[in-house]
């Protein structure tokens, strides 16, 4: 593999951040606020901060203030696990409801523009060479952190 590869994942990113720069600026968010936000609406079965950070590798102490400022917006509410009392899911509220809608559809806009030119098999081709490619990822780092520890 390339040097070139890794350009290329790196203009992946500032594209996108230019999408999520959209949303930012058009409702005065942060972009870890807008990456919660986006992710719980995405991912509807993952909705704790321990998730959000664990599946987005992204640091908890980011998450929990990202959290706390959304639930001082008033777009997110928290709500007990039932059966683990300190288990919280984070639910979004009606406020968020249209950042959320913008959110979603600039992310559709952004796929759009990033898979113009594909069919659909290639579009599937992508993603299974994508999932293969995170499972091998997940294999390294356990074994990576397995040789840190032993």
């Known amino acids: 593999m390339n040097q070139d ?33 986006l992710f719980l609406a995405n991912n509807p079965q993952y909705d704790t901060a321990s998730d959000i950070s664990t599946i987005r590798k992204i640091p908890k102490s980011h998450v929990s203030l990202a959290v706390s400022l959304l639930y001082k917006k008033n777009y997110l509410q928290k709500a007990a696990d039932t059966s683990n009392r300190k288990r919280v899911h984070l639910v979004t509220t009606k406020h968020a409801a249209e950042i959320i809608q913008f959110g979603i559809k600039q992310q559709e806009t952004f796929t759009k523009a990033l898979m113009e030119g594909f069919s659909m098999s290639e579009i599937k081709q992508l993603n299974d060479y994508i999932k293969r490619m995170s499972d091998n990822l997940c294999r390294y780092e356990k074994l990576a952190l397995q040789d840190e520890e032993g």
């Open 5 to 37: 590869y890794w350009n290329k994942i790196k203009q992946l990113e500032r594209a996108y951040d230019i999408c999520r720069k959209t949303i930012m600026n058009r409702h005065q968010l942060s972009a870890i606020e807008v990456d919660v936000l």
